[in-house]
């Protein structure tokens, strides 16, 4: 009996000592750790109208809540006087994409990780870094920041790269130092952590690489192509002028400079005004080489809506931009050059006045230049724009001739009859 009465007391001795309380879990999208104890847990899920926010302190809990917004705070562990602050933070970035599990970077690659994650720039911060593996497995960066001087500053950080995101694990004080206890408390959130779905690395995308290639090409284009277009086809009109020149001097060597044979066709008084000129202009920047422009035109916004649509760095955003304002601007002011070049070519003459002359073989131009007697072959090109017939004797120069203008003959006659010319060429 006395035995018996011995264990019965045994027993409510036991039953009467403290049993350790099992640490809550903080759970994650994809990760749980133990929460530490006695701790308020704040976080951006929380209503501002919560009183938690009065219990832990915070007067201002919509700065706060916007705080962790900025910040990527998934929960916020404050203590009642301020002292020990935790946060739980995640940031999305490419690096994070790129590297995906920290477990499995090369030894090499790990330690330049580390070296650029945090550097000292001044003689009052020391930078303690290293690695950490937890129990599970995990494997966390941990730096440890000091800032001395006038506000003292202490911050602690035990991060992971996991599923292609960062999470940190950080504290930090200020003007008071961190405590052993402190460093202890977020070591052992580390050592907690548990990541309950861990996702496989997806293969190396090399589309955003692909793209920018392509992107740096159009650029190349858009830029490259007049350099080279430009110089080209200034050569080859060089080469067409300089043979006309020789074909006009060989023919006045032989029949003189003001020498028409047979009776006029067709004669035409032409006022070069302004306004023609400017019309003139307008069609030879525009319209005569609309195939340039509008490829041009095609080619730069092709390439803008594309570094846009397309995830390209910012500085190919930059550059697509300002290509296509370059050629923007060189677009705009296409009519205005040309146009100076007109107005100096129409104003060597005594009179804004062209008078035309039209013989079988050739045609007698005066006015707006010295009289001067000019073969059909010298017209490389007919164009009509309104009621202006564009005679052209080089790339980008023209006769103006009015089809209202006609003294003698009619406009259409005028137009097949000169044509015909160029046919015979």
């Given at each position: 009996m006395k035995k018996t009465m011995c264990f019965i007391a045994a027993l409510l001795l036991i039953a009467a000592l403290p049993i350790g309380a099992q640490a809550e879990a903080w759970t994650g999208v994809d990760f749980t750790l133990e929460a530490p104890e006695n701790l308020y847990q704040l976080g951006p899920s929380l209503e501002e109208t919560d009183p938690a926010w009065a219990l832990a302190g915070i007067g201002d809990a919509a700065g706060k809540l916007e705080e962790y917004r900025e910040m990527g705070v998934l929960v916020n562990f404050l203590s009642e006087d301020g002292a020990t602050d935790i946060s739980v933070m995640r940031k999305e970035s490419e690096e994070g994409q790129r590297i995906f599990d920290l477990r499995l970077m090369e030894e090499g690659d790990k330690a330049k990780f580390l070296d650029g994650l945090a550097?000292?720039?001044?003689e009052?911060?020391?930078?303690?870094?290293?690695?950490?593996?937890?129990?599970?497995?995990?494997?966390?960066?941990?730096?440890?920041?000091?800032?001395?001087?006038?506000?003292?500053?202490?911050?602690?950080?035990?991060?992971?790269?996991?599923?292609?995101?960062?999470?940190?694990?950080?504290?930090?004080?200020?003007?008071?130092?961190?405590?052993?206890?402190?460093?202890?408390?977020?070591?052992?959130?580390?050592?907690?952590?548990v990541f309950t779905n861990i996702l496989e690395k997806p293969p190396e995308d090399y589309s955003k690489a692909v793209n920018t290639l392509l992107l740096m090409v159009l650029m190349l284009?858009?830029?490259?192509?007049?350099?080279?277009?430009?110089?080209?086809?200034?050569?080859?009109?060089?080469?067409?002028?300089?043979?006309?020149?020789?074909?006009?001097?060989?023919?006045?060597?032989?029949?003189?400079?003001?020498?028409?044979?047979?009776?006029?066709?067709?004669?035409?008084?032409?006022?070069?005004?302004?306004?023609?000129?400017?019309?003139f202009s307008f069609y030879q920047a525009y319209v005569k080489n609309v195939g340039e422009v509008v490829f041009g035109a095609l080619l730069c916004v092709v390439t803008v809506c594309a570094a846009f649509l397309i995830d390209s760095v910012w500085w190919i955003k930059l550059a697509a931009v300002a290509v296509t304002v370059y050629y923007a601007y060189k677009l705009i002011g296409?009519?205005?050059?040309?146009?100076?070049?007109?107005?100096?070519?129409?104003?060597?003459?005594?009179?804004?006045?062209?008078?035309?002359?039209?013989?079988?073989?050739?045609f007698r131009v005066s006015g707006i230049q010295s009289a001067n007697v000019v073969p059909y072959f010298q017209i490389m090109d007919v164009r009509k724009c309104g009621q202006?017939?564009?005679?052209?004797?080089?790339?980008?120069?023209?006769?103006?001739?009015?089809?209202?203008?006609?003294?003698?003959?009619?406009?259409?006659?005028?137009?097949?009859?000169?044509?015909?010319?160029?046919?015979?060429?």
């Open positions: 550097k000292a720039g001044d009052n911060v020391t930078i303690d870094k290293g690695w950490f593996e937890n129990k599970a497995g995990l494997l966390f960066y941990r730096i440890k920041i000091d800032v001395a001087g006038e506000q003292e500053m202490h911050e602690l950080i035990y991060g992971t790269i996991m599923n292609g995101y960062s999470l940190n694990l950080d504290i930090h004080t200020i003007d008071a130092a961190m405590t052993p206890e402190q460093e202890e408390l977020v070591r052992q959130m580390a050592d907690s952590m284009a858009a830029v490259a192509g007049p350099l080279i277009y430009v110089p080209i086809k200034s050569k080859r009109d060089k080469k067409k002028k300089a043979k006309l020149a020789e074909q006009l001097s060989e023919f006045h060597k032989v029949n003189g400079r003001d020498t028409a044979h047979g009776e006029a066709a067709f004669i035409n008084e032409t006022d070069c005004t302004r306004e023609a000129i400017r019309r296409m009519q205005g050059a040309v146009e100076k070049i007109q107005i100096k070519v129409h104003s060597q003459g005594t009179s804004q006045t062209a008078h035309y002359t039209f013989y079988p073989d050739v202006y017939l564009y005679l052209y004797y080089g790339p980008d120069n023209a006769y103006l001739v009015d089809t209202y203008g006609f003294k003698l003959g009619e406009s259409g006659e005028f137009e097949k009859f000169i044509r015909g010319k160029m046919q015979k060429q």
